[in-house]
């Protein structure tokens, strides 16, 4: 019957086919981090593993396979600090900023977070790992924590400074039958079957026997001796005495020791090199390459290729003739700045400022994501690039889908589709900061329904700038006092009227210019503050705006958030103010976000509200009556709970969160509505057996009523879009699993109109 089914299916109709790489289930995350920064890279029997400071990945040596792994998909936290793994096995550990620890085996996780917990004065952080056989060696700050793998839990922690204080633990290594460990008081060494908890097992092997006195940076052994740096140099055991092995001015980051090959992971100045030694020291070859080891970390010797982790670069791996660069597609950084969301295109920036509005000094420029790869330019990309630091602002031009930047120091700039760049700084309308003549400061951008580009110049005496669709430039006194001429973000609603967000605790302004843009005569302005009579926001800190679908404008503060209803006659009615929400939760009410940092705010395509604060973010309903959804570090894959930015792509319901410590994202059931079924699609579809998510039809009316039907017309199930999205869990009205089969999506529009819009099928075991 299976086979007849599916005979009729593929005879009779097309259903177009989205792989999952392509478009993420309805309730899944995933993360955007940035996964060039490789910091140390280790091997297991068949993979090779890669650490960035925010996530890891690993490939498969076999066929490179490249698989993350985040907080999105199982891991206890972001921001590694170290890993460790077993080469003749399959176990990895990993360590985290704030000591928690996972350990890796056949892809399933168990986290140790005994250290993490343990209440201990001084640094707990993990430097690196050791492993030998079933015991994972940490190195830490106060000292070495032992880790059984077997039971996964904290075998023993050794204490071993001078006179049994806490020692800062750079490396540990064995060879023979002694333990070394690398401190900040030298190199120690212990009979392997002492008591190794006890330190006046531990002797100081520095300031004797040749080895120069001091800290330690790394060690290794090789040949039943062991190699240390010191200052730049590499040092070699040779019984009871240590000889200078090798030193050649540069910087050395790390030692690793792979089949009798000492690999030094070398810096100078902008330049970078793994260089081989033999065992006796001799150079057996030096590995470089301008791109790929600019800042070299770690690497390793693995079935005959060198890998090596790169912070610029990313891991690549030598096979001796060429390079081949293994990185997932990820933006080069953590956006710090806007993120938008601008015509199926996610723009995001990584500028910045501080809590004083003074700049960053950020170069990592500006990033997209476009069909699910991302794409950058910043100044090592493109040279002109190189001055313009701290991007915060972007807008995407309708005309000829060129984008806008603006940068918080060096001006305006254009990137057309060709990649060629103009800047705008001097000799254009962009005007430094008045109190900084070197500082031209772009903090706010948005193109209005006639294409102009109206820019927000913070600092500059006319702070508010426009670019009309013919090239010309006019400029804005903003007519009240402002700290520093202070303007930010700028939302334009449906009267085209525009809304400046005004820092330096100075509230946010509309401004109407009228019917004629060129005539000053018709502008008006209205301010809007704390207390009644002012405007009625919250507070005066302001931190973000956002319009809905009503053509309000919802303003984010320090201390809560407030409505705008009245902009049809904001410049007109004097009693024109805020609106402060009640939001019920539980059998509590209470004004909306009241005493919280409100960060962000955007609106799905249902008019619900996504706010990002400090302390994670909220899904509100349309009219801020309900809470939704509720994401948090705790309670969810959230990267962070500093939510700084929210950008929704309308298309897909994908809403991308920029936080402190990277950009995560999750597939939202609301899509932006249109007004007739075009482009229907259903995700998945097949529908694999065994499934049990939820079934997206994208792509119909607004609002439109969805029904799912069998071939002879029998109702299996009925329901509303969000949007131009619908929602399934392919169940039956009854809650029954549907069988195998062709069924048919219909769909109504405003006017009640039904057809056919697409086909699911569903294949059963």
Avoid at 269 to 290: C, F, K
Avoid at 291 to 310: C, G, H, K, M, S
Wanted: proline share 4%; with cysteine.
């Amino acid at each position: 019957m299976l086979q007849r089914i599916l005979a009729f299916y593929c005879a009779a109709i097309t259903i177009p086919f989205v792989s999952l790489a392509q478009l993420q289930p309805i309730g899944q995350w995933r993360d955007h981090l940035p996964y060039q920064q490789v910091t140390s890279v280790a091997n297991t029997v068949d993979k090779i593993w890669a650490a960035t400071p925010y996530s890891l990945f690993s490939v498969e040596v076999a066929d490179n396979t490249i698989e993350r792994w985040s907080r999105t998909n199982g891991l206890s936290e972001t921001g590694i600090s170290a890993i460790g793994a077993d080469p003749a096995g399959q176990r990895v550990v990993i360590a985290y900023n704030n000591s928690n620890i996972d350990v890796l085996v056949d892809d399933k996780l168990i986290n140790i977070n005994s250290l993490k917990n343990a209440t201990i004065a001084g640094d707990k952080s993990v430097k690196t790992i050791f492993i030998d056989q079933q015991l994972a060696y940490l190195a830490t700050g106060i000292g070495i924590v032992v880790i059984n793998l077997d039971k996964y839990e904290i075998k023993d922690t050794y204490i071993i400074g001078n006179g049994g204080s806490k020692v800062a633990v750079n490396a540990i290594t064995s060879s023979g039958n002694a333990v070394y460990a690398a401190t900040s008081e030298g190199l120690k060494k212990a009979p392997a079957n002492s008591n190794l908890a006890d330190f006046r097992n531990w002797q100081l092997v520095s300031g004797s026997n040749g080895l120069p006195a001091g800290n330690v940076q790394t060690l290794a052994a090789v040949q039943n001796n062991v190699v240390a740096i010191r200052n730049d140099s590499l040092w070699l055991q040779a019984g009871s005495t240590w000889n200078l092995l090798y030193r050649d001015g540069w910087a050395i980051n790390n030692c690793t020791v792979t089949n009798n090959k000492i690999l030094l992971s070398e810096t100078n100045n902008n330049t970078g090199r793994i260089v081989v030694l033999t065992s006796s020291g001799t150079t057996e070859q030096t590995i470089q390459d301008a791109q790929l080891t600019t800042a070299p970390r770690q690497a390793v010797f693995f079935q005959n290729e060198y890998y090596i982790a790169d912070t610029l670069a990313g891991l690549s791996n030598y096979s001796g003739t060429a390079f081949h660069r293994l990185v997932p597609d990820a933006p080069p950084a953590i956006a710090t700045g806007a993120v938008q969301a601008l015509h199926n295109t996610i723009w995001a920036t990584a500028g910045g400022v501080n809590a004083n509005w003074e700049p960053l000094n950020n170069k990592n420029g500006l990033f997209s994501f476009t069909d699910n790869t991302w794409n950058f330019y910043n100044g090592m990309r493109f040279p002109k690039l190189d001055s313009l630091t701290d991007l915060v602002a972007v807008a995407a031009d309708p005309a000829d889908e060129s984008v806008w930047a603006g940068s918080f120091g060096g001006g305006l700039v254009n990137i057309k589709k060709d990649n060629s760049i103009s800047i705008f700084k001097q000799n254009s309308p962009v005007q430094p900061a008045y109190f900084n003549a070197k500082s031209y400061r772009v903090s706010g951008l948005a193109f209005d329904g006639d294409n102009n580009l109206w820019v927000a110049n913070y600092g500059g005496l006319n702070p508010l700038l426009v670019k009309k669709t013919d090239g010309s430039w006019l400029s804005f006194i903003i007519p009240f006092a402002l700290t520093e001429q202070a303007v930010a973000q700028i939302v334009i609603d449906d009267n085209n009227q525009k809304w400046i967000v005004l820092p330096k605790n100075n509230g946010i302004a509309c401004f109407n210019h009228g019917q004629s843009i060129d005539n000053p005569g018709d502008d008006q302005w209205k301010f809007f503050r704390s207390g009644k009579g002012n405007g009625n926001l919250p507070d005066n800190d302001v931190r973000c705006i956002a319009k809905d679908k009503n053509n309000f404008i919802w303003v984010g503060t320090a201390k809560g958030i407030g409505i705008i209803q009245c902009t049809q006659q904001v410049v007109t009615n004097n009693s024109c103010e805020a609106v402060l929400p009640i939001v019920q939760q539980d059998n509590f009410a209470g004004y909306l976000f009241s005493d919280e940092q409100v960060q962000t705010i955007a609106v799905d395509g249902a008019d619900r509200k996504w706010v990002g604060t400090q302390n994670g973010v909220w899904l509100l309903s349309p009219d801020a009556s309900k809470i939704i959804y509720r994401f948090t570090e705790s309670n969810s894959p959230l990267l962070n709970n500093d939510v700084k930015q929210i950008a929704i792509d309308g298309k897909t319901g994908e809403v991308f969160f920029a936080t402190a410590k990277g950009i995560c994202s999750f597939r939202s059931t609301a899509t932006e509505a249109t007004e007739t079924n075009s482009e229907v699609l259903v995700f998945p579809n097949p529908v694999p057996p065994g499934y049990t998510g939820t079934i997206a039809v994208r792509g119909v009316a607004n609002n439109a009523i969805v029904k799912i039907t069998e071939l002879n017309g029998r109702l299996v199930y009925q329901t509303k879009a969000i949007g131009s999205q619908a929602v399934w869990n392919g169940k039956d009205y009854n809650g029954r699993s549907i069988s195998s089969g062709v069924y048919l999506v219909l769909a109504s529009d405003e006017e009640h109109q039904q057809k056919l819009v697409t086909k699911i099928v569903f294949i059963q075991k």
